[in-house]
């Protein structure tokens, strides 16, 4: 059981990435995913989540507008559309499962975590 992140690099400011949480051994299709992300000497933040019973995103509010999470169930794979990046949004991101259908409000219990991917935003 497996979630790898993918997808990171460096993009100016203003620029996109597309970053990707590709499933092994387990169909992401029945587990909600989400997006945390941590910059250096930060805590580490969530910064959206796809539910699976009916897909619904959610996102915090400093990327609402900005970024976009979608699954597509026959790559088992989630992505995170990033869009006008700023140098703020430089971090390592990270996908994770709870393990359930919904979406948990607390990140304790996303217990299940890819190892990160790095997206740096600077001219």
């Known amino acids: 059981v497996q979630l790898q992140a993918s997808g990171g690099g460096l993009v100016q400011p203003g620029g996109s990435l597309r970053l990707s949480c590709a499933a092994s051994?387990?169909?992401?299709?029945?587990?909600?995913i989400g997006w945390f992300r941590q910059a250096p000497g930060k805590e580490r933040e969530g910064v959206s989540c796809i539910s699976s019973s009916d897909s619904r995103p959610s996102y915090a509010d400093f990327v609402k507008g900005r970024f976009t999470i979608a699954r597509d169930n026959a790559k088992n794979t989630v992505y995170l559309q990033m869009n006008s990046l700023k140098p703020e949004d430089t971090a390592v991101y990270y996908c994770?499962?709870?393990?359930?259908?919904?979406?948990?409000?607390?990140?304790?219990?996303?217990?299940?975590w890819g190892q990160g991917t790095l997206v740096t935003v600077s001219s």
């Open positions: 994770a499962t709870d393990w359930v259908t919904r979406c948990s409000d607390y990140e304790v219990d996303f217990t299940s």
């Open positions: 051994g387990f169909n992401l299709d029945y587990y909600a």
